[in-house]
Nanobody, 126 residues
Framework: QVQLVESGGGLVQAGGSLRLSCATS????????MGWFRQAPGKEREFVAA????????YYADSVRGRFTISRDSAKATVYLQMNSLKPEETAVYYC???????????????????WGQGTQVTVSS
């Protein structure tokens, strides 16, 4: 079983920055893909970014590429999402998710992930 715990959400003004953290436990850290998704009220949960832990390869949604950076600290078994130049429309609950790298679906698809954190609220004021 994998446990994921997000932290770092909060209230920030438009144009500001936040760093989200996802602490993992329970399985071998290096064999997983870890993703960040977000869900705004009344909308579907959407892909934001992901990282293949074995290689460190990042993947981004077009809407955040160049502003968000996903990274990992293997020693701390933690994944980070640095979010810069935040926009009010990015207000949402942000979720950390995990899946095995091999034998699962695409890294971009939320249904590929079988482990989820509880979410952390990010509010961007205009």
């Amino acid at each position: 079983q994998v446990q994921l715990v997000e932290s770092g959400g909060g209230l920030v003004q438009a144009g500001g920055s936040l760093r989200l953290s996802c602490a993992t436990s329970g399985r071998t850290f290096s064999t997983y893909d870890m993703g960040w998704f977000r869900q705004a009220p009344g909308k579907e949960r959407e892909f934001v970014a992901a990282i293949r832990l074995s290689s460190g390869s990042p993947y981004y949604a077009d809407s955040v590429r160049g502003r968000f950076t996903i990274s990992r600290d293997s020693a701390k078994a933690t994944v980070y999402l640095q979010m810069n130049s935040l926009k009010p429309e990015e207000t949402a609950v942000y979720y950390c998710a995990g899946k095995e790298s091999v034998g699962t679906g695409t890294i971009y698809w939320r249904n590929s992930y079988n482990y989820w954190g509880q979410g952390t609220q990010v509010t961007v004021s205009s």
